[in-house]
């Protein structure tokens, strides 16, 4: 039974579509944002595959000292049990159900006390070139991520927050705000997940992309309970269907040591019959432990979660336009 705990928790990560926006505040000694605006789509976005990735992609939420990446250490656990997360947000991202669009303003890419980055989220039915549809080979798709693609912001997007911070070193740090973040569970639909306390981290800028982009915040018990566990049941239905085909069955017809008939011992309870509702997972000890809320923002309880992403550049209005 320990050993499916993994499994079940990569579902709930999602791994993400990603853009971030947050408002107000910024790293000691940073101020207002000034400089050119420059623009660039996430070409690639990662979620944790293990617990040295949720480390790497996580920052430390609450000064703490401590980096935090909750959600992103149950993803990793997932994925090490084969539950494909990353391979569901690489199709989203190469076939444009998530295009997280980010606009950076500064002075210098090496040294400033005033940078900002916004994420705004991009239409899928106006980008140019067109995103593919259901694709056999990704290495087909993702034309409009070739650094020459030219988006709108989608309706709904967020228009008016940033993270402000500060460039040392070739590197840019922001936040603490809020965030907005897009992410596929279960499909390669995007699921949008507001952050609070959200930061950001970025090396590798240039004019044309960046290297590496740390997007992190904490997900409201609200998004947990809507959002994320819903996406959870969304992969789990599937699996019992797979591997329990005769749910009229004493034993709801699973085949012997199949993950659906773990699934099923685990999570149906109210009542036993042969299937799993949203609320059996939401109320179960195990998902409440797992996603049991690590950081405390603005005396708000919150789950934190980390991703990375892959930036080129891009087109589409700037504040500055």
Do not use: W
């Not at 996430?42 to 944790?48: D, G, H």
């Not at 409009?144 to 030219?150: E, F, S």
């Not at 996603?291 to 309880?301: Q, W």
Request: charged share 15%; glycine share 12%.
């Amino acid at each position: 039974m320990a050993s499916l705990r993994p499994i079940l928790f990569a579902i709930a990560a999602l791994p993400l579509a990603l853009p971030l926006v947050a408002c107000g505040g910024g790293d000691d000694g940073a101020s207002e944002p000034e400089g050119p605006h420059y623009t660039y789509v996430a070409s690639q976005v990662f979620v944790p595959t293990n617990n040295n990735q949720a480390r790497e992609y996580g920052l430390d939420l609450n000064d703490d000292g401590t980096t935090d990446n909750q959600l992103g250490m149950v993803l990793g656990t997932l994925a090490g049990q084969g539950f494909e997360v990353q391979a569901t947000i690489d199709e989203a991202v190469a076939t444009g159900s998530i295009i997280l669009l980010q606009d950076f303003q500064t002075s210098s890419f090496t040294s400033t006390t005033g940078a900002g980055l916004s994420i705004k989220l991009g239409d899928k039915a106006t980008a140019m070139p067109q995103p593919c549809t259901t694709p056999t080979d990704l290495s087909t798709c993702g034309k409009h991520l070739a650094g020459t693609g030219v988006f709108t912001v989608a309706a709904g997007s967020p228009d008016n927050a940033a993270v402000a911070g500060k460039i040392a070193g070739g590197t840019f740090t922001g936040g603490p705000g809020k965030v907005a973040l897009q992410i596929a569970l279960g499909g390669t639909d995007a699921i949008r997940l507001d952050l609070i306390g959200a930061r950001a981290k970025a090396t590798g800028i240039s004019e044309t992309g960046m290297d590496s982009v740390i997007l992190a915040g904490a997900l409201t018990k609200n998004d947990l309970d809507t959002k994320v566990i819903p996406a959870i049941h969304q992969q789990i239905v599937p699996i019992i269907t797979r591997d329990c085909p005769t749910p009229t069955a004493s034993d709801c017809g699973c085949m012997t040591g199949s993950t659906g008939k773990t699934v099923l011992g685990l999570f149906d309870t109210m009542p036993k019959d042969c299937m799993v509702t949203v609320d059996e997972i939401k109320n179960n000890t195990l998902i409440q432990s797992l996603l049991a809320p690590d950081v405390t923002i603005d005396g708000e309880m919150a789950l934190s979660l980390g991703i990375k992403v892959k930036a080129v550049k891009a087109t589409f209005p700037t504040p500055a336009e």
